[in-house]
């Protein structure tokens, strides 16, 4: 995706660089909707959690899981969503791309086998 191609350029930037942001703008190519337009800006991890409980979620999981329909992770193909095990309150779900997931942190992209999803959402 175009979309990943040119964020692999910026540098991370809570707000406008981050996994969130990734996943806003990869799910908005895909289905013309903005999955985040109620949530506040935000320019640090503790702005964006008060973005995420002000609009009424408790994480990014939570905020995906309201908005998207949850799918067998077999069945999840190329622009769904999803999580690994691990994750904490701001994790954004990983794009699939193919075989792989990706997404994004402080340190860059982090790619690695869509297999390793264990929950994944229709885009």
């Known amino acids: 995706m175009a979309i990943i ?4 350029t910026q540098p991370f ?3 406008q660089h981050d ?6 703008r990869c799910v ?8 985040l337009s109620d949530l506040a800006p935000w320019f640090s991890a503790a702005s964006a959690l008060r973005a ?9 999981f939570d905020l ?12 999840a193909g190329r622009g769904d969503v999803g999580f690994c095990a691990a994750r904490d309150e701001l994790s954004a779900p990983a794009i699939i ?8 942190n ?3 992209f982090v790619i690695f086998p869509a297999t390793e999803l264990v929950v994944t959402f229709k885009v």
């Open 106 to 108: 402080e340190t860059g």
């Open 52 to 60: 995420l409980r002000r609009a009424g979620y408790g994480s990014a």
């Open 13 to 15: 930037a809570w707000g």
């Open 5 to 8: 191609e040119h964020d692999r």
């Open 28 to 35: 908005e190519a895909c289905t013309g909707r903005d999955p």
């Open 97 to 104: 791309v193919g075989t792989e997931a990706i997404s994004r």
């Open 64 to 75: 995906v899981q309201q908005r998207f329909a949850c799918i067998p992770t077999a069945a």
């Open 19 to 24: 996994c969130a942001m990734l996943f806003r």
